[in-house]
């Protein structure tokens, strides 16, 4: 049983590479929880920001390449709804966690979401390295650009705002959970 | 550097798209001009199907001219001529390649559209206005700016040279200033600029950065340095003459050719601020992360600059002077 | 670049909820299914029911001040997609109708009397309510459409009913402006129990 989400491979009719790097932003369901971990390491501080911005596309990349060499079962297709409505609620709630655990969440969320898109890969029989890179360089830009954003927050308004961003992410996240369970 | 050299060679290929005219002669009659490019000697494996009711009135005449393959048809198609009807491009789904479409219709109706490998035909239908024009033409120049990864590289050498936000507003401004005009001139056919020593030209233009780009990181100066928007003014005369070649192997519409234009180099500025934004964009937020960059990181895109200027105009010269084959 | 070049750093946080936006109509090319973040964006403000018990959130919250007024539109979306995915995996919640007509109906009367009972009281008040709203209308998703920007387009929507809430609730700082609140309580309950008198009969 395949969950909803798997159905975004892109063709930009410009190659692999222009494919990955727009597969990041058509597909809500890899976007929202790569928002949110980028919203939340910035609100920390530039130190977890970095740990994200390197961890979260390495990861994907390892994850991504992984799931299209070795497509295993797809097992608990639900945790990737689950790490979007965490993150999300750790932006609403803006409190601290060790730069460890960031870490590991950045590097769950891309082992994870980048294995889904290697799977995914594999059945549409498309090439890997340029896509695997593609949306590697797009989490990267994404990961830079919002962390820095909420790192650069000073204005107590404009942190709610931040924090109203996450809140919004993790209801989302909570529907979609919801509709894969009703499906599944 | 075999890497680079692959990834080069991919960038810099081009991607031309094919090209259809659709004329209304007489009512139901109709001219139809097929041209398909021709790289490395290959045929693009498109093929024009019209439909079931439109009959050649005459023999099909192929032309072969050096960069693509014309085919002129002369279909009738009843009474009720070509609308509702499918122009089907069997094979164009296989390729990355476009096709432009252009349409005139008896009754002044023309417009002029592009066809991806996703929906592979086009329907004869109620016509967009000339806003669609336009707006094809916008799109059309933000592909071209987005994907010539050449002139991107020029734009971000630039960037790497300028010192602050006044100079970089004065550069990237003599750079559009000055490749309009010359996409005007070239357009509107006052001059033109043989394609192969002007891609050259356009290689050379981001080789020369590469040195500059080196000057500029060990505090040396020299005038590009100083006077940056003299140097974009002047290398921008000769990407207005590449875009310029762009948008006529497109296929131009001599009618709507101001209107096309404009919407062209509308995309173009568009496709290059927002490139020069999100570049400002990034630093700044390496800077906010505070992410210090190992020596050779924070010298690699001066580098590719560089070596993919001197890449692409070793191997430029070389097509230019018949040593390897375009 | 040196460091001299600054982009202005206020005004962008802001706009997020702006990203997230065109995030989704860029999804919204894809054709079909992202018809579903239109309706997502649409189905919120269908029924007045719902947006008059999302602005009356905004308007008390801008009557209590901070910290609710920003404590409401942070908690708010969660507990209502937590009832809306209660409604998805088949927990039946009784007097659904009934209970987004009370909420209306409590919603007003509190703005109309100003009531300031403890933070945690009102949002557990107002959390209560958004398990009802969630369940109702979050899970009324069209044939084909993508559920999770459809979630996405439901939970904007609720949002900017709340910042529509907030922004009328500012003229909370003048006297006049007080009194326009109150009677624009008293108008949320009236309409609310007139939602009551249709769900029971």
Redesign the interface.
């Known amino acids: 049983m395949l969950p909803p989400f798997l159905l975004h491979l892109m063709n930009t009719g410009l190659g692999p590479f222009y494919d990955g790097l727009a597969h990041l932003f058509v597909t809500p369901e890899d976007l929202l929880p790569v928002l949110a971990l980028s919203l939340y390491s910035g609100l920390r501080g530039p130190r977890f920001g970095r740990a994200a911005l390197f961890a979260l596309p390495a990861a994907w990349l390892l994850g991504t390449i992984a799931g299209r060499l070795f497509h295993p079962h797809p097992a608990w297709p639900i945790l990737s709804a689950v790490l979007t409505i965490l993150l999300g609620a750790l932006v609403a709630a803006d409190r601290p966690l060790p730069l460890p655990a960031v870490a590991s969440l950045a590097a769950a969320l891309g082992l994870w979401n980048g294995a889904w898109n290697g799977i995914e890969l594999a059945r549409a029989r498309a090439g890997l390295f340029g896509n695997a890179v593609g949306i590697a360089c797009a989490a990267f830009a994404v990961v830079a650009i919002f962390a820095a954003l909420a790192a650069s927050v000073r204005a107590q308004g404009a942190r709610i705002a931040v924090r109203v961003a996450g809140s919004w992410i993790a209801a989302a996240a909570l529907f979609m959970l919801g509709w894969s369970l009703r499906r599944g | 550097m075999c890497l680079t050299a692959l990834a080069a060679r ?1 960038l810099a290929h081009e ?1 031309r798209p094919a090209y259809l005219e659709v004329k209304e002669t007489a009512p139901g009659r109709y001219d139809v001009l097929w041209r398909t490019p021709v790289l490395s000697g290959m045929r693009l494996p498109v093929l024009l199907q019209m439909p079931a009711s439109a009959k050649n009135v005459k023999e099909p005449t192929v032309q072969q001219l050096t960069d693509s393959l014309l085919e002129r048809r002369s279909v009738d198609a009843g009474p009720n001529g070509l609308a509702g009807q499918r122009i089907e491009f069997p094979g164009l789904q296989l390729t ?3 096709v432009l479409v252009r349409v005139e219709l008896r009754d002044g109706r023309k417009w002029t559209t592009i066809v ?3 929906q592979p035909w086009i329907e004869i239908a109620a016509p967009p206005g000339r806003l669609a024009v336009v707006g094809t033409y916008v799109v059309h120049g933000i592909r071209h700016i987005a ?1 010539g990864a050449d002139h991107l590289l020029f734009v971000l050498g630039l ?1 790497l040279i ?4 006044w100079t ?1 507003v004065k550069t990237i401004t003599a750079f559009t200033v000055a490749h309009s005009i010359t996409l005007a001139i070239a357009t509107f056919g006052w001059a033109e600029a043989p394609i192969l020593p002007l891609n050259a030209a356009i290689a050379l233009s981001i080789f020369f950065l590469g040195p500059e780009i080196v000057r500029s990181w060990r505090g040396e100066t020299s005038f590009t340095i100083e006077h940056p928007w003299v140097v974009a003014f002047a290398f921008g005369l000769i990407h207005g003459f590449g875009f310029a070649s762009a948008l006529t192997s497109a296929g131009l519409p001599k009618a709507d050719l101001p209107l096309a234009l404009l919407g062209f180099n509308v995309g173009v500025e568009i496709g290059q601020v927002a490139f020069v934004l ?1 570049v ?12 210090r960059w190992p020596r050779w990181a924070a010298a690699l895109p001066g580098y590719a600059v560089g070596t993919l200027g001197a890449f692409w105009f070793i191997q430029r010269t070389a097509i230019l002077f018949g040593w390897i084959p375009a | 670049m040196d460091p001299g070049m600054k982009a202005p750093r206020r005004a962008w946080p802001a706009s997020l909820p702006l990203f997230l936006w065109s995030a989704a109509a860029l999804a919204h090319t894809r054709g079909g299914e992202g018809a579903g973040f239109v309706a997502g964006l649409a189905h919120p403000i269908s029924g007045l029911d719902h947006v008059l018990a999302m602005i009356a959130v905004g308007l008390w919250g801008a009557q209590l001040g901070p910290p609710a007024v920003w404590l409401l539109p942070v908690t708010f979306p969660m507990v209502m997609a937590f009832g809306g995915t209660l409604g998805l995996v088949g927990v039946k919640i009784p007097g659904i109708e009934v209970g987004i007509a009370l909420s209306a109906i409590g919603l007003g009367a509190a703005v109309l009397f100003e009531a300031r009972p403890k933070l945690g009281i009102a949002a557990v008040l107002v959390g209560f309510f958004a398990i009802f709203h969630g369940h109702a209308h979050g899970t009324e998703l069209p044939a084909g459409a993508n559920g999770l920007l459809y979630s996405i387009g439901f939970v904007i929507a609720t949002g900017l009913l709340h910042a529509t809430g907030i922004g009328i609730g500012l003229v909370h700082r003048w006297p006049a402006g007080r009194t326009a609140l109150r009677c624009a309580g008293a108008a949320v309950a009236l309409a609310g129990m007139a939602f009551l008198w249709k769900a029971l009969t």
């Not at chain 2, 400002?280 to 992410?291: C, D």
């Open positions: 991919a991607a990355i390649t476009d991806r490998p996703s994907f960037l300028v010192k602050d936000r970089l999100f400002l964009l990034l630093e700044r937020s390496f800077r906010i992360l505070e992410v």
